[in-house]
């Protein structure tokens, strides 16, 4: 047989996709829309972090150590040492265009991956801020920030995740000699999931028991370097290494150690608050154990905030494409182009407006909340250092709670975008098969999202046996404790609607949902508190009552910031505030609508209410529906930080999506590596039957 080049890339003809295009379809979605989507989007994230985002885009979408085009076709080694690449690059381009942390926190948003330095960022150096003293600060902190040492934040252990008081490695104090010996006494007792430890890191925080004069005082931070900084080897007694490949997140080395009696001196123990006396291992207690609830209440008031990005990511690729995407013919209302009667966009059909314009919703009304979450942070930090810690357990509750309802409505929402997007969405191409997986973490770290509601839900239970014992007041900032109080004086309250359109009613919306909330509340306080039933036996109802608190927290947030805020009360946004109303009404009552059960158990709403509660959820779907694009364009996700061929801002989805196949490596040859050896044997066999011999030869 003669020979051939095989090297032949594959290559689409240059054929346009049958019409209307996708450009064209964008654009006439876009002039239907009612309000200045460049103001909103400036009022969301402020026009000078707008500029900040499009000039930090300029510089690294140009960066070959930035390129995504090769990121769905990646190895894992391949992942983690273009991630590398990509860390060392972005210090020196911090540098050379003199970037502030703004800046360089846009770079990382935008190149959309985590990387073996993201724990070194995130928790490493935010440690070292908070809880070192000033000697601590010099010898850590500031070689850090030169990336002169990588640190990460060593605390689940294989055996230990969300029982931080049950970790097992321990850091007994050697009185003769001023050290700490870390140790690890069990293999249960292994360092496990540890972000940058597996391959980068030459430091740690790590968590251990504090042991003094044979004491137990509980789990501490302390800095301890892991390997050489001349040669990155593991240092002697340390077992250190990477835990293999995961669902997600493969562009991190992940990692384990172990430690074998291993000296750190004095000064690796954090010291800003608890202190270790030199020589005589007395311990000195913290001046307030409630001073490090503000970090964990920042941590988490992020999270929500990156929960609306998240949403705002999948919702803008599934409901652009879902504007492009043309099924069948509505008979009933067909669509016309040119006056030539064309396929329906799948977003014309009710349910896929269903399924994908309450994830709008959510994701504007998580930005109210995260923003919400980091104005009371800032205020409790205040009244804090005054000494008043009046804000601090209804925030930090509210806070555990968002966390874990907000991460959870996220990786829904992601997963209910990719399937809206039908077939296609299950191509990495899409751009939400990588991101699923890389953003489930989040309902695990800082707090699984089962163990969080039981924070939340044992504040709300103390705080309505104060309210039953008269022990609490209204409060502007508490609405827990107001919401309780309007329930106990009317435990029998109905909702007074009587037609659909009175369920847009916010008063009424915020009422029904305080009223399901404190309801819950009430019975598992009465089945706690008299029946005697066992924490352990109430834990789905417990998860229930923290649910439906901080569903009432993300209604009343979105609510009431539309009321009070200044923005809104200009008369040249009142565009703006009309569809944010209608997002506002959608989130609520479909949110409702989905929780229902609890809604009709609590006695508030009637059957017939909630059939009127349905119609008014499709009849908002439809006015939502003209301004479906022009409310994800607001949320200002550039192409390049979506990295999807669905959801391009100009439309040309089915160009895009061919050009990536073609980067296929599989299609750069013309024939696959191992015919020879499985396919032709198999195809060749049969060659050489008689009937085949024959029909050969008459061609």
Not at 76 to 88: C, F, Q, Y
Not at 239 to 260: A, E, L
Request: glycine share 6%.
């Amino acid at each position: 047989m003669a020979s051939f080049n095989n090297k032949v890339a594959t290559r689409f003809p240059a054929l346009p996709p049958a019409g209307p295009d996708g450009d064209l379809l964008l654009a006439s979605e876009r002039a239907k829309g009612t309000f200045d989507v460049k103001e909103l989007s400036k009022f969301m994230y402020t026009e000078e972090y707008l500029d900040k985002m499009n000039k930090v885009l300029e510089v690294i979408e140009s960066e070959p150590a930035f390129d995504k085009s090769g990121r769905y076709f990646q190895d894992r080694h391949e992942k983690i040492t273009s991630s590398l690449w990509k860390e060392k690059r972005l210090i020196e381009l911090t540098k050379e265009h003199n970037w502030d942390e703004t800046d360089v926190s846009i770079a990382n948003l935008m190149f959309d991956q985590s990387t073996p330095f993201t724990l070194h960022n995130n928790m490493f150096i935010p440690t070292l801020r908070n809880q070192t003293t000033a000697e601590q600060k010099k010898l850590f902190l500031e070689p850090a920030l030169k990336h002169h040492i990588i640190g990460c934040y060593a605390q689940t252990e294989i055996g230990h995740g969300s029982n931080v008081q049950g970790l097992e490695t321990t850091a007994t104090y050697i009185n003769e000699t001023n050290e700490f010996e870390i140790h690890s006494p069990t293999l249960s007792s292994a360092k496990w999931w540890i972000g940058g430890l597996g391959k980068a890191a030459n430091h740690a925080i790590v968590m251990a028991r504090l042991i003094l004069n044979g004491k137990d005082f509980g789990p501490h931070p302390f800095c301890v370097q892991i390997r050489s900084l001349e040669d990155h080897r593991p240092l002697k007694g340390i077992t250190v290494g990477d835990i293999g490949p995961k669902f997600g997140f493969n562009s991190v080395d992940n990692g384990f150690v172990m430690f074998d009696h291993y000296r750190v001196p004095h000064i690796a123990f954090l010291a800003k608050y608890s202190k270790v006396v030199p020589g005589s291992g007395e311990y000195i207690k913290p001046p307030n154990a409630k001073l490090s609830y503000g970090t964990m209440v920042f941590v988490r008031a992020h999270i929500v905030l990156g929960v609306r990005l998240a949403m705002a990511k999948a919702a803008t690729i599934a409901v652009r494409y879902s504007a492009i995407r043309k099924q069948f013919v509505d008979a009933g209302n067909p669509r016309k182009w040119d006056n030539k009667v064309i396929e329906t966009p799948v977003l014309d059909y009710t349910m896929q407006q269903y399924r994908l314009l309450p994830i709008v919703a959510a994701s504007y009304a998580c930005f109210f909340t995260g923003r919400e979450m980091m104005r009371l942070y800032n205020l409790n930090q205040e009244e804090m250092a005054k000494g008043n810690f009046d804000l601090l357990a209804d925030l930090h509750a509210s806070s555990s709670g968002l966390k874990s309802l907000t991460t959870t409505m996220a990786i829904d929402a992601i997963e209910d975008c990719r399937r809206a997007c039908g077939g296609h969405g299950y191509s990495m191409f899409s751009g939400l098969g990588q991101f699923y997986q890389d953003y489930l973490p989040n309902v695990t770290w800082e707090g699984d999202n089962y163990i969080l509601t039981q924070q939340t839900a044992r504040y709300l239970l103390k705080s309505f046996r104060n309210v039953v014992a008269g022990k609490a007041a209204v409060s502007e900032h508490n609405h827990t404790v107001n919401y309780l109080l309007q329930f106990l004086q009317n435990p029998k309250a109905k909702c007074p609607a009587t037609s659909p359109a009175e369920l847009l009613n916010p008063e009424l919306i915020l009422a029904a949902f305080g009223f399901r909330a404190a309801y819950g509340i009430a019975k598992v306080a009465e089945q706690i508190d008299r029946q005697g039933r066992s924490w352990n036996s109430m834990l789905v109802e417990i998860n229930r009552i923290s649910r439906a608190h901080c569903q009432f927290v993300l209604v009343r947030t979105f609510i009431v910031s539309l009321q009070n805020d200044p923005f809104f009360a200009k008369a040249e946004n009142r565009p703006i505030l009309e569809v944010m109303r209608k997002m506002a009404s959608l989130f609520a009552l479909y949110t409702m609508e989905k929780d229902v059960a609890d809604f009709l158990t609590s006695g508030y709403l009637s059957s017939e209410q909630v059939e009127m509660l349905k119609t008014q959820v499709i009849a908002l779907l439809e006015q939502v529906r003209p301004n479906a694009v022009s409310l994800v364009d607001a949320f200002a996700l550039p192409d390049y930080f979506l990295h999807s061929a669905l959801g391009r801002y100009d439309g040309k989805v089915y160009k895009a999506y061919t050009d990536m196949a073609e980067r296929e490596p599989l299609n750069h040859t013309l024939v696959v590596d191992g015919y020879e050896q499985y396919i032709k044997p198999l195809v060749h066999d049969g060659l050489k039957t008689p009937a085949v011999i024959e029909q050969a030869a008459k061609l």
